[in-house]
């Protein structure tokens, strides 16, 4: 398997762990829908590691000291509709002040381009580290086409979290937007005649809402 400069697997044995069973046919709607949410917990821990922090001054119950907070902007969360809504609220567990966005954006079954259909993200999107949440990467198109749009909208930075990605996807979003990273809990074979990952976890929009 080929590596890419602009991809990190996080290779967490909780997330593998929590990965394996994401990807098991028989696990129900409900359980899935957990686990989606889980493994997203557990990657913000990696990827939020190198924010930005700044002192403050805070009072103990016992003395006065200096601490750290997150600097800046609240972060923002963008998940395009309608698999991404899934990894929202573990991520939000973990930083509840996240402000969240929406891009409405899927995958033509027959020529594979994304169509984009609805876009609202927070304000003072130059301020904001935005995180862009799909947790399928096949083709690419949807997640380069929607970090497009987050650039013409000025986002001071851009990270791409998925769960499952495959190889064409992750040259896509090298090949049209090198600066932006690309984060995954799997780097997976290949896509078949139809776009979709091998060996992948199926369909995770229909997954996680129990659609067909």
């Known amino acids: 398997m080929r590596t890419f400069p602009n991809l990190t697997i996080l290779g967490h044995p909780l997330i593998q762990h929590k990965l394996a069973l994401l990807r098991d046919k028989r696990t129900p709607v409900k359980d899935f829908r957990d686990l989606v949410g889980e493994i997203a917990m557990l990657m913000a821990y990696e990827v939020t590691k190198d924010l930005p922090t700044e002192p403050i001054e805070v009072d103990t119950p016992l003395e006065h ?4 907070r997150v600097a800046g902007k609240k972060l ?7 698999a991404g809504l899934g ?3 573990g991520i939000l567990h973990l930083i509840p002040s996240a402000r969240v966005g929406h891009i409405g954006m ?9 169509v984009d259909y609805y876009f609202k993200v927070p304000s003072a999107r130059e301020q904001r580290d935005f995180f ?4 399928m990467l096949a083709t690419g198109g949807s997640a380069a086409a929607a970090c497009t749009t987050l650039k013409k909208m000025e986002a001071r930075s851009i990270r791409l979290l998925c769960i499952v990605a495959a190889p064409e996807g992750v040259q896509k979003m090298l090949d049209v937007h090198p600066d932006i990273p690309v984060y995954s809990a799997a780097l997976d074979r290949e896509l078949n005649q139809h776009g979709y990952i091998l060996p992948g976890l199926g369909d995770a929009g229909d997954r996680l809402f129990g659609t067909k």
């Open 65 to 68: 000291m200096t601490a750290a």
């Open 76 to 82: 923002a969360l963008v998940p395009v509709l309608r």
């Open 132 to 135: 862009l949440l799909d947790p």
């Open 87 to 89: 990894m929202v609220d």
């Open 106 to 114: 899927y995958r033509d079954h027959e020529t594979l381009r994304p």
